[in-house]
């Protein structure tokens, strides 16, 4: 959007009705240099920005209303009042503590907001990846995620998700992304 406007990705939804799902997911890179986390939230009508080193971007929040504005133009042929919407920084997202984790950072963030499934812990010692010699259902079963009870929180404030990785599950967490992405499976 910032580079080449609506112009340049309003092929990504061609097809897609933003305004029918409850929230629409991206990274954004910032200058070649880091990764972070925008949200669309059409259920509770705000603007989302997750960024693992914990800077505040106006910028972006403009972009995504920019965005929303011309889609609306384009898809709907009609013009949208957004003046109810909130603009949601989220100061409680998980943080990294060096300057190389963001891309996981984000796709975490984005994996976790997408599922909101706020009860899967992320083991701190987790057991390692078998690449080789092995179904995908004996390397997923290796994993052993460990859920809790399934209690279901029932009065979770979602105003703020409840993070379940930080910086210390890095590890772990680029090895069960690079078994996803050679498996061409998301684990449970």
């Not at 949208?80 to 060096?98: T, V, Y």
């Not at 390397?139 to 910086?167: C, H, I, P, T, V």
Request: proline share 4%; net charge negative.
């Amino acid at each position: 959007m910032k580079n080449k406007g609506y112009d340049g990705v309003k092929r990504w939804t061609r097809r897609i009705d933003i305004f029918s799902k409850d929230i629409i997911l991206f990274p954004i890179n910032l200058g070649n240099a880091h990764w972070v986390c925008g949200a669309i939230n059409m259920r509770k009508h705000r603007f989302e920005y997750y960024d693992s080193l914990g800077a505040f971007n106006q910028s972006a929040f403009q972009l995504m209303r920019d965005y929303v504005i011309e889609e609306a133009r384009d898809k709907k042929k009609k013009e949208i009042d957004l003046r109810g919407w909130k603009d949601h920084f989220s100061d409680e997202s998980p943080q990294q503590e060096n300057s190389y984790d963001c891309g996981v950072f984000a796709c975490q963030t984005l994996e976790q907001i997408s599922r909101r499934d706020y009860h899967t812990p992320i083991p701190l010692d987790p057991p390692a990846i078998v690449w080789k010699g092995g179904s995908l259902d004996e390397g997923a079963e290796k994993l052993n995620l460990g859920r809790d009870d399934g209690a279901a929180d029932d009065d979770l404030d979602d105003d703020e998700y409840e993070w379940n990785f930080s910086q210390q599950n890095m590890p772990y967490l680029r090895r069960r992304m690079a078994y996803e992405i050679y498996s061409k499976q998301l684990l449970d």
